[in-house]
């Protein structure tokens, strides 16, 4: 069962998160959400000589973050009306990583993988739908340690799995030609927009380090996600031992 959840975590941080990183041509577009910050009330356009183009800008912005050894975003993903609240902090390899979900309807479940192994944490809502024992919903808030097998499955928990699906969402042929920009949480980005339109969809990247600041969604299907942390040591460490119960 714990085995499962590690998976379950790992597949709605990808699945859902690259949702809010694609398109008005795909599907399942956009996120929602109030994580971090409050943005300009417009962007402006820009057509500088010396300003680089949107492929240039997205082109430095999937190297840059799928060439980072770790980071962190943060936000809400709608998807067919159903918000789902996602916090992540995590390495490329998803060996150690640190994730928070909160589904509606479906509870709230925190992930906690290092070296030393995987640790789960849900609330009731979270436990009773994944049919937990009677030891586990009687843990109240304390962790779950996984199963050793769990630990195969760190690469689900992984910031490059996750972006890999997320620029695969974004191409060159989505994106309008003309550039904005904007301040986001302090930091000075290009604003890059689905050809529909920044309703449909935008992508902002600091203009000093070419670095994802954060990703919106349609108005069809909102949301926003933020990021931070790029190659930052996050300081992930395991739950204290007072903290965790092990299952037989």
Known sequence: MT??????AGALTISLGAAACSKSET??????????????AT?????????????????????????????????TVEDNGKKTTIDFKGTSDGKTADITIEMAGDGKARVISVPEGIYIQGDETFWKKQNAPAKV???????????????????????????????????????????????????????ITDTKGKA??????SKDKSEVVRFTGSTGSP??????????????????????????
């Open 137 to 191: 919903l009687a843990a109240k808030d304390k962790f779950i340690k996984a199963p050793a097998s769990a630990a195969s499955m760190t690469e689900s928990l992984s910031l490059k799995a996750f972006l890999e699906k997320a620029f695969g969402a974004v191409t060159p042929t989505q994106v309008a030609p003309t550039l904005g920009e904007e301040t986001v949480n302090g930091v000075d980005c290009w604003v």
């Open 200 to 205: 449909e969809g935008a992508l902002y990247v």
């Open 3 to 8: 085995t499962r959840v590690v998976a379950l």
């Open 223 to 248: 949301g926003q996600l933020d990021f931070s942390q790029w190659n930052a040591d996050l300081g992930i460490k395991a739950p204290d031992a007072s903290e965790v119960i092990t299952l037989p």
């Open 27 to 40: 599907p399942t577009t956009g996120a929602t959400g109030s994580a971090g910050g409050a943005t300009s």
């Open 43 to 75: 962007s402006t356009t820009t057509a500088a000589a010396d300003a680089p183009t949107a492929s240039e800008v997205l082109e430095k912005a999937k190297t840059n973050a799928l060439a980072a050894t770790s980071g962190a975003f943060n936000g």
